[in-house]
Nanobody, 129 residues
Framework: QVHLVESGGGLVQAGGSLRLSCLAS????????MGWFRQAPGKEREFVAA????????YYADFVKGRFTISRDNAGNMVYLQMNSLKPEETAVYYC??????????????????????WGQGTQVTVSS
């Protein structure tokens, strides 16, 4: 059974940093592209970042470029999201997701939540002003 467990969320002041972690089990992580999404109250889920199986390709939402960094450790079954210069409007539940990699994986697929096969339960990030 596949499990994705996020951690590292919490309360941080505007301008601060957090590092989210996602521990994967029940799958061979190197077979999956991995993504982070977020959902704020009353809003739709949105793409944040994604990384290919071997970390060669990384994609980011325009609003996080230069501030967030996605990384992975396949041997340790971990995926990370380093978030810097956080803003109050980025308060949301952040989700880790796994997408069984296929030839032709691209940004178009990476940003589409419907492409992902497994999801974690999420971790709350609250940014105070």
């Amino acid at each position: 059974q596949v499990h994705l467990v996020e951690s590292g969320g919490g309360l941080v002041q505007a301008g601060g940093s957090l590092r989210l972690s996602c521990l994967a089990s029940g799958l061979t992580l190197s077979n999956y592209a991995m993504g982070w999404f977020r959902q704020a109250p009353g809003k739709e889920r949105e793409f944040v970042a994604a990384v290919s199986r071997s970390s060669i390709n990384k994609y980011y939402a325009d609003f996080v470029k230069g501030r967030f960094t996605i990384s992975r450790d396949n041997a340790g079954n971990m995926v990370y999201l380093q978030m810097n210069s956080l803003k109050p409007e980025e308060t949301a539940v952040y989700y880790c997701a796994a997408d069984l990699w296929t030839l032709g994986w691209s940004r178009a697929k990476a940003i589409d939540g419907r492409e992902y096969d497994f999801w974690g339960q999420g971790t709350q990030v609250t940014v105070s002003s």
